[in-house]
């Protein structure tokens, strides 16, 4: 359940509804929740540090979002709330100055150890015998290789292997249990959090990790649509997708779903319901296994703003082997993740992940364009706009594309590409 799938009262009852309705046909359940929508937010805010009187009012913002909801519930916050509550506040006065990213992580874990005590006494309250669980004692982080300097303390991925002992020990305590969203253990048992937005990644381990039967993913919109509908009112919803349309969808644009929420469930093939919290009784849309049987078809349209392009020439690559090898071992070394590519027989066009990149500056950049330099020429365009139409077996129907094509007629047009899936 996402941030605003839990800030409110009737999202509550929807959950316990939920909750009920599996329990009832003999389920075993386990509840996910982010923090109350905002307060991720709010915490990172804290987190940037400040001024006394600024850690106050923010500490005071944060208070009146959960004392709201405690309000319209007719409750108290638990002694186990509260002593979350208290941890935060410690950690808050050391925000005077920004924190670094161990701490940071720790500090923004609040807002899902708040949200799920709450959890914990809204289901106990509606009858249900529920046990809270600690996700750091259930996830733990893959070790990162990539950068060092602590930032990848607050984006890891984790297994997703099954852990059947993982699944026995649940068993044993209970067929209720609620924990949640966003955050894993780390080396030395550091908490570190899965990127924002990272509960339904945390979801999606779960299932994996518990073999579970099905993945919901509850949320404030219907379903998956075939365009942003804010921007294309007459967009459908997208009642069926595969993995992979979802994962392009939502690696290229849908904001809807983390983007590595899909693999997981892909692997152990499990199904993906995505559901509206505040209109439970809606079909929603399910992402599964692809129909056989199923004709090429655009599915969705998405866009990415802030991409940078990269072009990189070299005449003398024409018939030479290895310029790609050398080109790439560039980006790797300054970190950087190449998301589309095309190339011809002299120039080579990559566009750059706008959140794989996020942590680099201008100087970074300055210093990894330089060295890239050695070996071909290369031009930057910043803050371009990639569009992509997602869909199974496009390559089959390239032809009844001529008229989507038609519309970029007068743009100024970097690089087109075509990927086999
Ligand atoms: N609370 C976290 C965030 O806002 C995680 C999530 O909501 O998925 O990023
Ligand atoms: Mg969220």
New binding site residues.
Partial sequence: F??TSVSSVDCWDTICRQVKKNIGAGKRVLVVV??L?G???LLSRLAEGGGRESIRERLLELESMHAGLFRSLGTEPSAEFRAHWKQLGRLARECTRKLEPAQRALM?AH??LL?SSLGRQILESAGLDVCWQDARTLLEARPESARNDGSELLAVRCDDHADPELDLRLSGEGSLHITQ??IASGPGGLTC??????????AAYFAARLNAEALEIWTDVPGIFSADPRVVPEARLLRRLSYSEAQELASMGARIL?PPSIQPAGRHAIPVFIKDTNRPAEPGTRIGEREPDEEGQVKGVVSRENVTVLTMENPSMWHQAGFLADAFAVFKGHGYSVDLISTSESTVTVSLDPQASAHIDEAAMSAFIAELEQYCSVSVHSGCMSISLVGNAIRTILGKLSAALDVFQDRHIYMVTQSAN
């Fill in positions: 996402g941030g982010s923090a929508s307060v991720t937010n923004l807002g899902e949200s969203g966003f959090l899965l990127g924002r937005g990272g509960s339904d990644t945390s983390h």
